[in-house]
């Protein structure tokens, strides 16, 4: 087969002295941070549909790269081009994972049942190529969003068959990522929410979303998926209102319908800037609910108010990010460039250069989040904040869940108007934070 990116050869790490554009200058994937290979600390994968589909069409314009890898596009034959390429271009850069929507992989047929043998056909093509490499699949997931049938959402449809057309779509979806030996499947939102509560019964359209996923779960680990099902969390677009505004919202969402076993939050960073939090904000909650899965590792632009899905750049995003996954004990999933090139990046170099810049934008993030860990002065500030609580026997009853209000009234009486809590020393932590990344200057 030949070479799709001929004039592109095996990205490789230099060092943070390189000069060379497309050289890791600090994602090595053999160095030992925490105790652990920087490899796997940090699972990258590859967007299936950003990087070997997506060609840069917006609603002003027509794409503008040219994504056909030597066959017509629509065809099954640029379906197969596509993973030549994609397991090209996942070589060069060492990315070891990848993501898809079901018709990310092949053109949607006009039965389920011909897109399904034709799903069949590219996961055979899949898997021998995956075959003598180390390139595995993170998570797969069905598109229940583009086809105008999915116009008023899926699980929340108002339309029946609708909702049993997203549910054959899961089926197969479910099928396809245990076959490439998926960790994961992902249920972002699409369009499960709303335009006006006029023509809305939100209560039957949420019931209707936790039967679909209990249905997924229920048959998922009937043909022998163990891996982590993830809500994928946002808060608009295309919808108006999203049920999954964010994580905290997904979370009361699975525990509300008995889902939370077996979920578990897939953070992306532009959809929980979105929502009006920080990426950190939302991978904490996940976290210290016990459900950090997997991220989706891109970041949006604060100016615009919209999904950007930009390749990431911001050493203090990825540096708080990998603050809260080590602090988590890692992720069971991982790394998800769910970013695409600039319109105006349109070649194939492009496509390299925003992996390298990705990469080397965790990479030094999780080199300064293990520095700011081993430095100990942030943990030191925290654990000593809440000092009151272990220090007094009030403090230790009400952690131990064993006080009463008036046991605490009575403290209150008798030691009298409490001092100021002490200082929140932000500016001192963000000075902390600036020399941690920055260093001698
Ligand atoms: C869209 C989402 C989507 C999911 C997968 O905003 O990011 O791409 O990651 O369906
Ligand atoms: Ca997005
Ligand atoms: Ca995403």
Redesign the pocket.
Known sequence: MAEIFQSLSKVHFEGAESKNPLAFKYYNPDRVILGKKMSEHLPFAM?W?HNLCATGTDMFGPGTADKSFGAEPGTMAHARAKVDAGFEFMQKLGVRYFCF?DVDLVPEAATIDQTNARLDEITDYILEKMKGTDIRCLWG?A?MFSNPRFMNGAGSSNSVDVFCHAAAQIKKALECTVKLGGRGY?F?G?REGYETLMNTDMKFEQENIAALMRMAVEYGRSIGFTGDFYI?P?PK?PMKHQYDFDAATAIGFLRYYGLDKDFKM?I?AN?ATLAGHTFQHDLRVSAVNGMLGSV?ANTGDLLLGW?T?EFPYNVYDTTLCMYEVLKAGGLTGGFNF?AKTRRSSYTFEDMFQAFVLGMDTFALGLIKAAAIIEDGRVDEFVNNRYASYRDTEIGRKIRAGQASLSECAAVASQNGAPALPGSGRQEYLESVMNQILFGQA
């Open positions: 967007a549909w929507h997931t598109n992902v972002w699409g994928e946002k677009e897939n992306e959809h989706d999904d899905d769910d």
